[in-house]
């Protein structure tokens, strides 16, 4: 595949070319392998917002439909050049179907306004669209279900900025197994976009002394989202 001026495009062609069968429908005029019964010659069609939604929500791919209230897709900007990324639906969550709305979605937009944004500017999503029962951490397997969702969102919103909340969102992304601590103050480079760690909301309401570093990360994501953005 030739590289393009598009590398988040690049990326995520490339991982339909591998892997095909996620988010991406056969072109409707597609041929028949007779020899096989297969079908040969299809060119991945990304899907668009609404066709991803209604994936999202038809989903049934692991247990986490059978225990969810509803399915809690993201919410916010689609052209945001800010995309937050948390762990999972929490109860509030997947009673109003909504991402961050509990009481870390308060704290989380108390820290937005602190750096003048609002939840219209951005674009929340998390790494799990279905809220896994008593709030337990995903497995494995249920995260290698449900991201292909979140980096078609990813694809489609084409971000200037991605900011993971918390160890889940940073490690699944990144790939790594490395500690948030470790992982917070760096810029990665997310397929041609800057990506950042910092702390889930949720963990500085139950370690207040948390805080303070989160504060440090904000001040820096503003900072680096205005130099991408060109706001003053
Ligand atoms: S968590 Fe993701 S993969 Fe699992 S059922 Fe929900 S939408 Fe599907």
């Given at each position: 595949m030739r590289a393009s001026d598009n590398p988040v495009r690049d990326f995520f062609l490339q991982q339909a070319e591998l892997f095909t069968d996620?988010?991406?429908?056969e072109p409707p005029a597609r041929q028949t392998d007779t020899e096989t019964g297969g079908l040969t010659g299809a060119v991945p069609e990304p899907l668009d917002w609404e066709e991803l939604e209604t994936r999202v929500r038809d989903c049934q791919k692991c247990a986490l439909?059978?225990?969810?209230?509803?399915?809690?897709?993201?919410a916010g900007n689609r052209n945001a050049g800010l995309l937050l990324i948390g762990e999972a639906p929490g109860q509030q969550e997947d009673l109003q179907g909504e991402p961050f709305v509990g009481r870390a979605g308060q704290l989380l937009d108390r820290i937005l306004a602190a750096i003048q944004l609002g939840?219209?500017?951005v674009y929340i999503a998390n790494i799990l669209k279905c809220r896994p029962p008593n709030n337990?951490?995903?497995?494995?397997?249920?995260?290698?279900n449900c991201e292909p969702y979140l980096l078609r969102q990813i694809e489609l919103i084409q971000p200037a900025l991605i900011v993971c909340l918390?160890?889940?969102?940073a490690q699944t992304l990144l790939r790594v197994e490395t500690n948030l601590r470790d992982l917070r103050g760096n810029v990665y480079n997310y397929h041609g976009v800057d990506l950042v760690v910092t702390y889930h909301p949720a963990a500085l309401l139950r370690n207040m002394?948390?805080?303070?570093?989160?504060?440090?990360?904000?001040?820096?994501?503003?900072?680096?989202?205005?130099?991408?953005?060109?706001?003053?």
């Open positions: 996620e988010f991406y429908f439909a059978r225990t969810r209230t509803q399915v809690v897709f993201g939840r219209q500017e337990r951490t995903p497995s494995s397997a249920e995260i290698e918390g160890l889940t969102a002394g948390l805080k303070k570093y989160a504060w440090e990360d904000f001040q820096n994501i503003q900072k680096l989202y205005k130099a991408k953005s060109g706001s003053q």
